[in-house]
Each structure stands twice: as structure tokens, then as C-alpha cells.
């Protein structure tokens, strides 16, 4: 099914996002802020796709399946917004520590979600 070779690419898309945002932290190299805040952008932009396709894709799924698979992304979205609500880009500069951390756990339930 088309839909499910979009969510496949979608995952993909998203763990590059993942790492490409480890990146950008890590080197924090000149414009650091703004390309963090260009990729976060990205991610919201992939997120909202990706619920488009698991709400058009799932349906060859068992209930149980679908169920179990709309949990984990919903989790996934959860701690997103939470990450990106609280590590802001100019917070990241001030405290990268922490930021490492959250993006950690977004990391966490992204993985889970891919899984």
C-alpha cells in the first residue's frame, strides 16, 4: 500500500531529523540557533504528516495493532511538545545539559514509536 511506503519514509525522515537536531546542539556552530529552529520546524511539518498517513494507513491492521501503534505515536507527541515547549532555542544556549537531556527522551519515544 502507497501509505505505507509514505509512513516508512516518514520514519526515516524522522530519525534523521532526530540525529540532524543531536547535531546542531553538539556542534553549535555559527547560526546554530536559527538552523535548530528550521529543523524543529521540519519536525512539526513531519509530525503532522505522519498522523495524516497512520490515520489513512492503518487500516489492513488488527484493532489491537492500530491501537498499539496510535498509543506510541501519541506518546511520542506528547513528549515533543513537552521538549519543545520547554527548551526553547535560546534555552539551549543557556543550559545544552538539559536540553540533551529532554531531546533524550524525545529521542526515547521516537524510537519506541519507529519500533
Excluded: P
Amino acid at each position: 500500500m502507497g501509505d505505507w511506503r509514505q509512513l516508512s519514509e516518514a520514519a526515516d525522515e524522522l530519525e534523521g531529523l532526530h540525529r540532524r537536531l543531536g547535531e546542531i546542539v553538539e556542534q553549535e556552530e555559527d547560526g546554530w540557533q536559527l538552523e535548530l529552529v528550521r529543523v524543529r520546524r521540519l519536525l512539526s511539518d513531519l509530525v503532522a504528516r505522519i498522523a495524516t498517513l497512520l490515520d489513512k494507513g492503518t487500516g489492513e491492521l488488527s484493532s489491537s495493532d492500530r491501537l498499539d501503534l496510535r498509543q506510541k505515536f501519541a506518546s511520542f507527541r506528547s513528549v515533543l511538545a513537552t521538549h519543545q515547549s520547554s527548551c526553547s532555542a535560546v534555552a539551549v544556549g543557556e543550559d545544552g545539559r538539559a536540553y540533551r537531556e529532554s531531546a533524550a527522551a524525545m529521542l526515547k519515544a521516537g524510537v519506541a514509536f519507529l519500533q
